[in-house]
Structures are given as structure tokens and as C-alpha cells.
T-cell receptor
Framework: GDSVTQMEGPVTLSEEAFLTINCTYT??????LFWYVQYPGEGLQLLLK?????DKGSNKGFEATYRKETTSFHLEKGSVQVSDSAVYFC????????????FGKGTMLLVSP | NAGVTQTPKFQVLKTGQSMTLQCAQD?????MYWYRQDPGMGLRLIYY???????DKGEVPNGYNVSRLNKREFSLRLESAAPSQTSVYFC?????????????FGQGTRLTVV
């Protein structure tokens, strides 16, 4: 079945450091890919998405590129802030049928001043 | 902008008790979902409703039932709660189930079964 694998956390960074959170997937065909963010005590919010190979999703300084050759969708940000501290989830939605979102286990990011 | 509203936000149950988690969305979405979130497990799909009048099992449906009451509302019922059902439950909705369709999440219900 479909699955998403994320790097384990927590990832601890100092403010203004470069961020990469790895995400790889297993799926039939070319699913849509998503990054969601969950701030403490809240629900998940969509951060960015990509629907086809080589697409780049971007939002709030975060970017991720859909790489079909490596089945990856790594999340990057050039300069993190304390307010970026949260749990980040990579997810996929298959191409066909009544499809639902499949999530990775999440990666906690902790940014210190 | 209410979006997806879940009630209650917190609940403590005794083993064997029953309860219903309520979810309503005001975005005229066709599809609705129930997930549970456990430490180290990410989000796992319990049940979903692709459209009004249909429901389907997800990855972890045992011990749960759902009702799609109308287009807006999708409830999750625990008939006989067990400690293994201690979790944070999230309801979500989306326009449909097509490629690229994002889901919108509620704030969650933190359930403890003692």
C-alpha cells in the first residue's frame, strides 16, 4: 500500500539556520504530495502542496519539490524562526479512485533563539 | 470563518462507556474524515465519507462507528471505550477526493479512557 516516510525528530536548530526535513513516499503512479504543519495544541494546517512531477510548492518561506526519480518531497527553509517550531507532516493523496490522505509520522522542529 | 468544528475539545471516559464525537463543517465540502493521532504513529485514518450517504473504513476502524448525518456533519461513536482508544481525534473535510485536493482539519478532541 501507499506509505510516507519522514526523518525522525526532533530536529533542533538555532534561529536563522537552514532547514531540511526529508520525506520519501511509496505509491502507485504519481500521487499528489503535501506538507502540513501542526502548532502546539492545534489542528493541522496545509503548508504547501505539489500535484505533479517537478512541481515546486512554496509558502511562508518553505519550499518542497516533487522529485519522481527519487520519490521524494523534502521540505526546506533558508532561515528558520522560533515561530516555526511545530510538527511537520508529509502526506500523499493517490491519483485515482476515492483517495484519502496518507500521512507520515511527523517531524518535530524546535528552533531556539 | 469557523471551518471544521469539533466537540468536545476534551473528554475523559471510563472503560466501557460510550460517547459520540461531533464534527461539522461550513465549507460545503463533500468529503469528511476521522483520524486519530498517537505519539510516534502520525495520523491514521479511522473512517471517511467520500460523499453524503457513503462511509468507508480506513486503516484503524475497529471499535468505532460513524454517521454522516448530512452534508455538514460527520460523527464518530465509541460504543465501549477502551484505554487503547486514548488519543487525539481529528475531523477533516475536503471538497472531494480528487488529486491534489487538500483537507481542512478541526482543532481536535483529546480523549482519555481510564
Amino acid at each position: 500500500g501507499d506509505s510516507v516516510t519522514q526523518m525522525e525528530g526532533p530536529v533542533t536548530l538555532s534561529e536563522e539556520a537552514f532547514l531540511t526535513i526529508n520525506c520519501t513516499y511509496t505509491a502507485t503512479g504519481y500521487p499528489s504530495l503535501f506538507w502540513y504543519v501542526q502548532y502546539p495544541g492545534e489542528g493541522l494546517q496545509l503548508l504547501l502542496k505539489a500535484t505533479k512531477a517537478d512541481d515546486k510548492g512554496s509558502n511562508k518561506g518553505f519550499e518542497a519539490t516533487y522529485r519522481k526519480e527519487t520519490t521524494s518531497f523534502h521540505l526546506e527553509k533558508g532561515s528558520v524562526q522560533v515561530s516555526d517550531s511545530a510538527v511537520y507532516f508529509c502526506a500523499l493523496r493517490p491519483l485515482s479512485g476515492y483517495s484519502t490522505l496518507t500521512f507520515g509520522k511527523g517531524t518535530m522542529l524546535l528552533v531556539s533563539p | 470563518n469557523a471551518g471544521v468544528t469539533q466537540t468536545p475539545k476534551f473528554q475523559v471516559l471510563k472503560t466501557g462507556q460510550s460517547m459520540t464525537l461531533q464534527c461539522a463543517q461550513d465549507m460545503n465540502h463533500n468529503s469528511m474524515y476521522w483520524y486519530r493521532q498517537d505519539p510516534g504513529m502520525g495520523l491514521r485514518l479511522i473512517y471517511y465519507s467520500a460523499s453524503e450517504g457513503t462511509t468507508d473504513k480506513g486503516e484503524v476502524p475497529n471499535g468505532y462507528n460513524v454517521s454522516r448525518l448530512n452534508k455538514r456533519e460527520f460523527s464518530l461513536r465509541l460504543e465501549s471505550a477502551a484505554p487503547s482508544q486514548t488519543s487525539v481525534y481529528f475531523c477533516a473535510s475536503s471538497v472531494g477526493t480528487g488529486p491534489g485536493t487538500e483537507a481542512f482539519f478541526g482543532q481536535g478532541t483529546r480523549l482519555t479512557v481510564v
